[in-house]
């Protein structure tokens, strides 16, 4: 009896597995369901790049502000011309040995590697953007710069509640205040003699 049980178990997944799989619908190239499906891979397409940009922009946020936060005296704030000092010889620095290897290791006669060239770009863009304005936190305001160490190196989110400052190397004795920040403390009016950007 048991053996009857089991050859009509095996009969019944052995068809299981014979049967043919359902076909997938086909549908007209101009009909308005293949348009939906098309509408729907684009979008997806989309929404998954916006993804990886956004990643990528808050990585590097990360790291920047990660680099200020390393930057931070013990105690007090920075002087502008200290802050300058670390956004020149640190940050605008920091890729300067790595691209020196890339060269080292480029034979006599061959052409840039793509890491050498992606490189060399980044650091001219981040030497534009020094030149031109450059946003960073305010390290020269005290109330900015306890909050600041209260921060926990991980969540971008966090320095929203920062108060910005615009610095330049064109004009290294200029400070523009781009964000007064959102936090409760900084409230207040801006600093006398500091330019306030509309922006």
Do not use: C
């Not at 095996?10 to 597995?17: G, I, L, R």
């Not at 109330?143 to 969540?155: A, G, P, S």
Request: charged share 35%; net charge positive; aromatic share 6%.
């Amino acid at each position: 009896m048991g053996s009857a049980k089991t050859t009509k178990a095996a009969a019944a997944a052995s068809k299981k597995a014979t049967a043919t799989p359902k076909k997938e619908k086909v549908f007209h190239p101009n009909s308005r369901k293949a348009n939906q499906i098309a509408r729907k891979a684009l979008r997806k397409g989309k929404m998954g790049n916006l993804v990886v940009k956004r990643n990528t922009k808050q990585n590097s946020l990360l790291d920047f502000y990660t680099f200020l936060y390393e930057a931070l005296p013990e105690e007090g704030t920075l002087e502008l011309d200290e802050l300058h000092e670390v956004v020149r010889d640190g940050w605008l620095t920091r890729l300067d040995a790595e691209l020196e290897e890339e060269q080292a290791a480029r034979r006599k006669g061959r052409s840039k590697s793509t890491k050498e060239m992606k490189l060399e770009d980044l650091k001219l863009q981040e030497s534009e953007t020094y030149r031109t304005g450059m946003e960073v936190i305010d390290l020269t305001h005290a109330r900015n710069v306890e909050l600041f160490r209260k921060w926990d190196q991980k969540e971008v989110a966090y320095t929203g509640l920062l108060r910005f400052v615009r610095i330049s190397s064109a004009t290294p004795d200029t400070v523009i205040l781009t964000r007064q920040g959102n936090h409760p403390l900084l409230q207040e009016t801006p600093e006398s003699g500091m330019d306030v950007d509309a922006a």
